[in-house]
């Protein structure tokens, strides 16, 4: 059994302020049966909409009971096409079809609310667009992108130690049924490694990995566990391919799509058997199941030092990419 490394001993103490605001508030939240009350930031994301519906139409097949949706702030990046061309529809949409009050500013939106969901589709607007809430001790889920660098997810996750309020980030892939079933599953023998593929389309805002082949590298992430010591990756015009060696001697591959490809998929290699994901359901449910869990006990589902681990992943296959492809460690990002 080796040691973990000491980035990763620190997560111990990354998790004490969260666990002591669990024990003193989880429990008049959970026993209230009252829905916990949760703003939105930023609407420039087909998530607002789906997130919203699931949240607040008992009728829907979907829905997760326990938490509403009341309030949200509009946000939006002008340089950002997926984020100008669609906010003002989602905006609409949430104010006339759903009724959700559209506030002016963030810190009022935290008046009004238990929980935020920050969703604004622009990573680069993280950091800044968080920093009220985490002055207003709101619990936060932070959609992906994080953030659109290593240095900004560095220091959201110090903002937010530092004020003791509970965050997670996360893709839906990570909570995907497919996910959690290849994860160590009986009968394989030992697991060698996995290998994922997904779509990663790219935005000049981000790099690359950051914008949507994030997807894909979360359910590595979520297979293999942190402790990749280095990540080598080769590109051409349409496709990604990206092999990281773990501490202990695995691998695990990604391999993202430029293209027309818009599936996911896994792949489970054993030294008895190896098997693969079947096809994937289009539902946001089950993370949703998670964000609700985590706004009633303050617990988040996911340690912030993974998802660091993650960007520093996607930021050295950056430089490995710059290089022609040469292996770079992880360390050069994080030191």
């Known amino acids: 059994m080796h040691r973990q490394p000491s980035h990763l001993r620190q997560s111990f103490s990354f998790l004490i302020p969260m666990m002591l605001l669990a024990a003193s508030s989880c429990f008049a939240q959970t026993d209230s049966g009252q829905s916990i009350r949760v703003g939105i930031i930023g609407m420039d994301t087909s998530h607002v909409v789906e997130f919203t519906r699931i949240f607040n139409d008992p009728s829907d097949r979907e829905h997760v009971p326990g938490v509403q949706v009341v309030a949200a702030f509009k946000g939006g990046s002008p340089d950002v096409k997926a984020s100008w061309s669609r906010v003002d529809k989602f905006t609409a949409e949430l104010r006339d079809k759903w ?7 963030i810190p009022t939106l935290c008046r009004m609310v238990d929980g ?8 680069r ?63 394989v023998g030992h697991t060698l490694g996995y290998s994922v593929y997904g779509p990663s389309p790219t935005e000049p805002h981000h790099p690359d990995l950051m914008w949507y082949g994030i997807h894909a590298v979360e359910m590595l992430y979520t297979l293999m566990g942190p ?5 080598s990756r080769i590109s051409n015009e349409g496709e990604d391919a990206l092999v990281g060696k773990w501490k202990d001697g695995r691998l695990g591959v990604m391999r993202g799509f430029r293209n027309a490809l818009e599936d996911y998929g896994i ?3 054993g030294d008895k058997s190896v098997l693969h994901s079947e096809p994937r ?47 770079v460690p992880l360390s050069e990002v994080t030191r």
């Open 281 to 327: 359901p289009d539902s946001y449910r089950p993370l949703l199941v998670e964000i609700a869990k985590f706004f009633r006990t303050r617990v988040p589902p996911v340690n912030g030092e993974e998802t660091l681990e993650m960007f520093a992943f996607m930021e050295a296959a950056d430089i490995s990419k710059a290089r022609g492809g040469t292996a």
């Open 116 to 123: 935020v969901l920050l969703e604004s589709v622009d990573g």
């Open 227 to 231: 402790g990749c010591e280095s990540v």
């Open 125 to 187: 607007a993280h950091l800044e667009q968080v920093r009220p809430v985490f002055a207003a001790q709101k619990p936060v889920f932070i959609d992906k992108p994080l953030a659109a660098s290593y240095k900004d997810a560095k220091e959201i996750a110090r903002l937010a130690r530092e004020a003791g309020v509970p965050w997670f980030s996360s893709s839906s892939l990570r909570f995907w049924e497919e996910t959690k079933r290849l994860k160590d599953p009986a009968g």
């Open 267 to 269: 792949t489970l290699f």
């Open 99 to 105: 009724n959700i009050k559209i506030v002016d500013d």
